[in-house]
């Protein structure tokens, strides 16, 4: 997460939520786009310059790596996972948001 933080500050990194709608809703990253796994290739929600640094986050980290390669497939050479999800982010005292309708 402090390596993601890093990025975003100085490197102006687009953070990207690969969750499901409904777990992006619940909770995600301060600032994260949601881009869904499942539309990661048809998204319009991705950045229009592929130069820029990308890090893929989800609930545990566990479906990033996949988002990641596809995101190369498309051209995003500058592309990571944050290591642990969203977990690791919260876990870092990093700020979350919500979207749900209570």
């Known amino acids: 997460p402090n390596?993601?933080?890093?990025?975003?500050?100085?490197?102006?990194?687009?953070?990207?939520?690969?969750?499901?709608?409904a777990e992006y809703a619940a909770a995600h990253p301060v600032g994260a786009k949601s881009v869904p796994l499942a539309t990661l290739e048809s998204s319009r929600d991705l950045p229009k310059n592929k130069s820029l640094p990308v890090v893929v986050v989800c609930p545990t980290g566990s479906r990033a790596p996949r988002a990641v390669a596809t995101l190369k497939k498309l051209g995003f050479e500058n592309t990571r996972v944050l290591a642990g999800?969203?977990?690791a982010w919260r876990a870092a005292n990093l700020p979350v948001e919500s979207t749900a309708v209570a």
């Open 3 to 21: 390596d993601a933080v890093r990025l975003i500050n100085r490197e102006r990194a687009v953070l990207s939520d690969i969750s499901e709608p």
């Open 85 to 87: 999800g969203l977990a």
